[in-house]
DNA sequence: TGACATATGAACCGATCGGTCCATATACTG
DNA sequence: CAGTATATGGACCGATCGGTTCATATGTCA
């Protein structure tokens, strides 16, 4: 591999982007996840993320394949977020609480109402459009690996009985988790959320 | 108060409708039902319908007015259904399993892939829309004061401590069933929705 | 400096959006 | 029959939709 061919592999030749493609996808993710897909318009995008619809379609691709970057981009930094946590709780038990605790502490609040970006695009799409149904999927999919990784350390722990069915209560906790925003995004008050952490975690002991 | 008074109190003038007003609005809900409200246009509204887009707003108003005639009819039929259930259910305690077994039992289907109307809006809207937050508040509000007369119910007939908060586990039950219908319209399998089931209703006992 | 490669903004695209208007059709009334 | 009131279909509306094209700006490289 002679040097010329390294450097175009390393580093961009021509004129430079002039604005940051991370901090724009950050602020696309955020208006899908505040609007959903359809009420999004690119006219949002565009003000959100402060460039000319040729940058976002020579960068993204289009509303849609834009749309599946910040889908798995929200489940790549939300999946390493919760995977941290899990691995600095005392319990498996309790980063099942601790999350069921942080998401009902957003009730009434900014933080709440938007709910959660997959989730959201769960209830939006559904199975009914094909290019979307595998990101979402996978999502869910991949915060029922944590909840399941979480059985399974409080099951070592003794919180959890060895026979109880790892996977169900994963999925379990799951719809326990989208169940929760919905009613927060509705507007759930504050000590109603609280109170449902421990209906939820009945299941669980 | 003259006959002429009456008939016009009573009877159209003019040409009759060419529709069942009745038929029009179950096809219009159907699609709101199936699409989410964004996603259906007048078009796709029309053609459920069967109507023209004249006698569409001369009727029902327009595209939000029409949703929220939906939305209040959804709710109107959907509670009348679960409380003749509870009227007629051996028991409080049965009723609440038996709404959730049914709710599992459209895994895979259809009927589970559109979700609830209500849940499907309180998500695609939250409180963003102040024109349809108050429809979408009363409908899981009605949906509560079902469980929570079911779980009154179920106090009475020893089911449940009668120390428990009713309020508290009824909205549990909205929020549960909200999740379980978010995970069934993902594609959620019969079997793993029929398991979550057990793992819901041990909060209420 | 000049060739080159990419980025950018603005003009432009056809399609569709929700909504209105009006001429005509169709019923009931006297 | 004429008069009246409503329903209907189709033409039409401006706005916006997501997307494309292209001339120009701006950087790197030899």
Known sequence: MNRSVHILMTMTLGRPLEFNPEHALDAAMEVFWCKGYEATSLADLLAAMHLSKSSLYQTFGGKQEL?????LRYQDRFARELTVQLNHAPSGLQFIRSV???VASTAQE???AKGCLVANSANEFGQRDPV?????????QRLEAIFTAAVKRAQQEGDVAASADR???AR?????MTGLRTLIKSG???RSAGAMVPLIMKAVR
Chains 1, 2 share one sequence.
């Open 110 to 112: 900014p933080a709440g």
């Open 67 to 71: 749309f599946q970057k910040c889908l």
């Open 172 to 176: 379990y906790l799951v719809s326990a």
């Open 167 to 169: 996977t169900a209560l």
């Open 100 to 102: 069921f605790e942080w």
């Open 188 to 190: 759930l008050d504050l």
């Open 132 to 140: 979307f149904a595998k990101p979402i999927a996978q999502g869910l």
